[in-house]
């Protein structure tokens, strides 16, 4: 009963996401103030929608819990002797499962938009509703015709194929969700944008109960990215963070456009500017999360990270993507002159420099993309073009340089209007901090010139971070402006991290036999041993490193090649020492003819930054949540009051005499 009871709750919340789609609509043609019969339904039908995908959702996870071996999706994703936290996050390590995840936040995020916000008019809201209850009816409809996870076997399989072994990790249970989240966040600001579009109420109020979805939106897909990250960094054994694989690019270029779009809403949000901006940002940060979908999922590609599907359900995805995203910007074209430009500021001044760095992000997505969809474009015509890091660094560095130096000095410029001079202490130190920077870089060695940049906008950024602090109470700074400091500190430590690991990575590859030592810069790496070990479901060989650092005393790491056998495959499991100042990464490889083993080490001083940055920018952006909600519950205190003052005063003053 559990694959009946959840491709039941699918077709339901499928209706339901029709009736909110009809009942928002409908909330646009009330007039005068009085509300359309039907538009009642639109906020009921989006919190049933969600509790009904959410119902499917933990079916299906049951189902990979137990084993369920009559459906498809389990026989062809899992095996009974798996690790049960690996069948849990299994559910979503495929096509159908992750597409039901993807479907099953859609609905909880309108399900809370709609039962939570009401600091919208009902026009807007019902029109928000409706945007949001057709986005949903597309994706059910995409499951329930051309990717039911609920299909049943004639015959129940003896056994399960098993889950890709390259997903059998922690971060399984972390990159995906938290990537989901974010894209489905988005959804809910475009949502948003083309409510307030459609109904013409872009202003203030509509980019306050924008900005909470597009914090939240940008914080998870920080995490998301982050953790895909280090997961690819540590499982795949190559010794990189960042490949600019498509399907890496593909959670990239949201989180550039939701970067831009969050600053954006915060300008119209508190200055009442940037109208047109937010927009069309709102537009393209989902058009970017709807592109992701299709490049993974469509089999235009070959990853990893991507699941291998049939073409016809790339072309169903794509038929979604050119819906909603040339629907949007149809309606943008249309409905963009009738927005109000709002209130006017200087070039220089904090909303100046917004737009400037927007700019600059813009630019940057537009680079990836270029360099993401060009080899697919070239393959149509029967040319083989890879585009890597050869293109994507120096093209996306001419964008970024800039883009650092105005971030570090935007956050100490006014609103609407300010002069150089007011803050030329401060330019004058971050510029210090820069050139002494790169100087004792470029007297330390002979390094390639962008890490060497990289290393000075990383210091030049933690300096200026923490100036918006300067001459303030701290105990009085609000928690919005911590969640910016930290925000920013994190760029800087990421980038730190980041320019090292370019600048200083030593390798070291060699053929050794147990017993035998080899030296990598002050490391001294000797192999002890090669014995093969065995798992809950693969064999492995095991080497036993021994490292040790000068004098220090020697560390042992086992770095492992597996062998899984269902499915049949061979991994890679790298080994790593983690110290404050970098990482020491070690992989064994095959056997050569002469019974010596291939060993690959490299040392990475800081790499780790690169994480603990993305984790403070993370956490900057909970601060500024939190920072925003205090505000919001302030306002809302104020104007309560406000309304009991004028009651009190009303009834203190007499009525006049008739």
Same mark, same amino acid.
């Given at each position: 009963m559990i694959a009946e009871i959840g491709l039941a709750a699918l077709w339901l919340a499928a209706a339901l996401a029709v009736l909110q789609m009809i009942s928002g609509a409908a909330a646009l043609r009330s007039v005068d103030g009085s509300t359309h019969p039907l538009a009642i339904y639109a906020r009921p039908a989006a919190i049933v929608q969600a509790v009904l995908a959410v119902l499917a959702f933990l079916m299906l996870l049951r189902a990979f819990a137990i084993t369920d071996l009559s459906i498809k999706l389990v026989a062809t994703n899992s095996h009974s002797m798996k690790p049960m936290i690996y069948k849990l996050t299994g559910t979503w390590g495929n096509h159908e499962g992750s597409m039901l995840l993807w479907v099953g936040v859609l609905a909880l995020a309108g399900g809370l938009l709609a039962g939570l916000e009401k600091r919208l008019p009902e026009k807007t809201m019902g029109a928000t509703l409706a945007v949001q209850g057709f986005i949903a009816l597309g994706f059910y409809a995409f499951l329930l015709l051309s990717s039911n996870p609920f299909e049943r076997l004639p015959v129940p399989a003896a056994e399960g194929i098993g889950l890709n072994p390259l997903l059998q990790d922690i971060g399984l249970a972390i990159h995906p969700p938290t990537l989901y989240a974010g894209y489905v966040g988005l959804s809910v600001a475009f949502s948003l944008a083309m409510g307030a579009l459609l109904t013409r109420e872009v202003n203030p109020n509509f980019a306050r109960a924008m900005r909470p979805w597009v914090l939240g939106a940008w914080v998870l897909l920080t995490l998301g990215i982050t953790a895909g990250s280090y997961w690819a960094y540590y499982e795949l054994g190559w010794g990189g963070w960042w490949f600019w694989d498509p399907v890496e690019n593909a959670s990239l270029m949201p989180w550039l456009a939701a970067t831009a779009l969050m600053h954006s809403v915060s300008v119209l949000a508190a200055r009442d500017a940037l109208r047109t901006w937010t927009i069309m940002l709102g537009v393209l940060a989902f058009s970017m999360s709807m592109l992701g979908t299709f490049l993974v999922r469509s089999g235009v590609l070959t990853s990893v990270h991507a699941f291998a599907v049939d073409p016809e359900r790339g072309a169903f995805i794509l038929a979604l993507l050119l819906i909603y995203i040339g629907g949007a910007f149809?309606?943008?074209? /249309?409905?963009?002159?009738?927005?109000?430009?709002?209130?006017?500021?200087?070039?220089?001044?904090?909303?100046?420099?917004?737009?400037?760095?927007?700019?600059?992000?813009?630019?940057?997505?537009?680079?990836?993309?270029?360099?993401?969809?060009?080899?697919?474009?070239?393959?149509?015509?029967?040319?083989?073009?890879?585009?890597?890091?050869?293109?994507?660094?120096?093209?996306?560095?001419?964008?970024?340089?800039?883009?650092?130096?105005?971030?570090?000095?935007?956050?100490?410029?006014?609103?609407?209007?300010?002069?150089?001079?007011?803050?030329?202490?401060?330019?004058?130190?971050?510029?210090?901090?820069?050139?002494?920077?790169?100087?004792?870089?470029?007297?330390?060695?002979?390094?390639?010139?962008?890490?060497?940049?990289? %290393?000075?906008?990383?210091?030049?950024?933690?300096?200026?971070?923490?100036?918006? %602090?300067?001459?303030?109470?701290?105990?009085?700074?609000?928690?919005?402006?911590?969640?910016?400091?930290?925000?920013?500190?994190?760029?800087?430590?990421?980038?730190?991290?980041?320019?090292?690991?370019?600048?200083?990575?030593?390798?070291?590859?060699?053929?050794?036999?147990?017993?035998?030592?080899?030296?990598?810069?002050?490391? /001294?790496?000797?192999?002890?041993?090669?014995?093969?070990?065995?798992?809950?479901?693969?064999?492995?060989?095991?080497?036993?490193?021994?490292?040790?650092?000068?004098?220090?005393?020697?560390?042992?790491?086992?770095?492992?090649?597996?062998?899984?056998?269902?499915?049949?495959?061979?991994?890679?499991?790298?080994?790593? %020492?983690?110290?404050?100042?970098?990482?020491?990464?070690?992989?064994?490889?095959?056997?050569?003819?002469?019974?010596?083993?291939?060993?690959?080490?490299?040392?990475?001083?800081?790499?780790?930054?690169?994480?603990?940055?993305?984790?403070?920018?993370?956490?900057?952006?909970?601060?500024?949540?939190?920072?925003?909600?205090?505000?919001?519950?302030?306002?809302?205190?104020?104007?309560?009051?406000?309304?009991?003052?004028?009651?009190?005063?009303?009834?203190?003053?007499?009525?006049?005499?008739?």
């Open positions: 149809t309606i943008f074209a /249309l409905r963009a002159s009738a927005v109000s430009e709002g209130k006017r500021f200087a070039a220089v001044s904090r909303e100046g420099a917004l737009v400037f760095n927007n700019v600059m992000l813009s630019a940057i997505l537009a680079i990836v993309l270029l360099g993401t969809l060009y080899p697919l474009l070239a393959e149509a015509f029967d040319a083989r073009v890879s585009v890597g890091p050869p293109y994507f660094n120096p093209a996306s560095a001419i964008f970024a340089i800039p883009m650092f130096l105005v971030m570090a000095v935007g956050p100490l410029l006014r609103w609407k209007e300010d002069k150089p001079l007011r803050v030329q202490f401060e330019m004058l130190l971050i510029a210090a901090v820069l050139i002494a920077t790169l100087a004792i870089v470029a007297l330390a060695g002979d390094y390639p010139l962008l890490p060497v940049l990289g %290393l000075g906008l990383a210091a030049a950024l933690g300096v200026a971070a923490f100036l918006p %602090l300067r001459g303030r109470k701290l105990s009085r700074v609000p928690t919005a402006v911590w969640g910016m400091v930290l925000a920013h500190f994190g760029v800087a430590v990421s980038l730190l991290g980041m320019a090292s690991e370019g600048a200083f990575t030593e390798e070291r590859l060699a053929a050794v036999a147990p017993g035998d030592t080899v030296e990598m810069g002050d490391w /001294l790496i000797t192999l002890e041993s090669v014995a093969p070990v065995a798992g809950p479901n693969w064999t492995a060989i095991e080497a036993r490193v021994a490292a040790r650092l000068g004098e220090g005393e020697a560390v042992t790491l086992t770095p492992q090649a597996r062998n899984f056998w269902s499915p049949a495959q061979a991994t890679s499991e790298s080994a790593l %020492l983690t110290r404050w100042n970098g990482q020491l990464y070690a992989v064994i490889g095959a056997q050569t003819p002469d019974g010596r083993w291939q060993l690959r080490v490299w040392w990475k001083p800081f790499v780790t930054f690169i994480w603990y940055g993305g984790l403070l920018i993370a956490l900057g952006g909970v601060l500024a949540i939190i920072g925003r909600v205090q505000v919001d519950v302030k306002r809302r205190k104020a104007a309560e009051l406000g309304e009991e003052r004028r009651a009190d005063l009303a009834a203190l003053t007499p009525e006049p005499a008739e």
